[in-house]
């Protein structure tokens, strides 16, 4: 069965420095999500990203943020200068048809800001 | 706008008892409404999916959730607990964009213990 997969599956960083978390949605999907969840938090949504343009984006997607889809495989999500605040697990999901509701989350990467 | 209450934070139940899990939404259209799991340090997965077609929804691992328009609720249930359903379960409600996406609002979760 089709999966959408995350690397890695944990990533430790200085705060400050950039990260970029990778995604490979399912292959024939055409919407894109990343979300994110604070320990003890819900899982909060990101951005959206549809024919290689962000659809929406959350309050909480900054400057800092950018997504990308560099080829026809991963989608990524850059932190340009990461902060403390940034600690946190990262879902990717992805959905199909135009419309279509139901989202497949991939594991997750865990990302904690020393 | 849309937004999602669980209930309840904590659900703890003897294995092959009932499980029920309370969710309640709220919405300005009909809505899809979506019940996800989530293992430890796995992934989000998806349990069952409502969308209209019918109130009683029927999803993986024998859970299953009925829509009630009337009580705006959407709660989950299994007729006994096994061990493997020791998770944390999310209620989640898909807010639409004309664009044709959607966004997933996620109720604050219940974490479900299961006791021999």
């Known amino acids: 069965e089709p999966e959408v997969t995350q690397t890695p599956s944990h990533q430790v960083t200085q705060m400050g420095q950039e990260v970029i978390l990778r995604c490979v949605p399912i292959?024939?999907?055409?919407?894109f999500y990343w979300y994110r969840q604070i320990l003890g938090q819900k899982v909060e949504f990101l951005v959206s990203?549809?024919?290689?343009?962000?659809?929406?984006k959350s309050e909480i997607f900054d400057d800092q943020f950018s997504v990308e889809r560099p080829d026809g495989s991963n989608f990524t999500l850059k932190i340009r200068s990461t902060k403390l605040e940034d600690s946190a697990m990262y879902f990717c999901?992805?959905?199909?048809?135009?419309?279509?509701?139901?989202?497949?989350f991939g594991p997750g990467t865990r990302l904690t800001v020393l | 706008a849309q937004s999602v209450t669980q209930l309840d934070s904590h659900v703890s139940v003897s294995e092959g008892t009932p499980v029920l899990l309370r969710c309640n939404y709220s919405?300005?259209?009909?809505?899809?409404l979506f019940w996800y799991v989530q293992h430890p340090n796995k992934g989000l997965q998806l349990l069952l999916k409502?969308?209209?077609?019918?109130?009683l929804v029927k999803g993986i691992n024998g859970f299953e959730a009925e829509f009630k328009k009337s009580e705006t609720s959407f709660h989950l249930t299994k007729p006994s607990a096994h061990m493997s359903d020791a998770a944390e379960y999310f209620c989640?409600?898909?807010?639409?964009?004309?664009?044709?996406?959607?966004?997933?609002?996620f109720g604050a979760g219940t974490r479900l213990a299961v006791h021999p």
């Open positions: 292959s024939n999907h055409l919407y």
């Open positions: 989640v409600v898909s807010g639409k964009f004309s664009g044709g996406y959607n966004k997933l609002i």
């Open positions: 919405s300005s259209y009909s809505p899809s």
């Open positions: 999901a992805s959905s199909g048809d135009r419309g279509s509701d139901t989202q497949y």
């Open positions: 409502y969308t209209s077609a019918a109130t």
């Open positions: 990203f549809y024919n290689n343009e962000i659809s929406e």
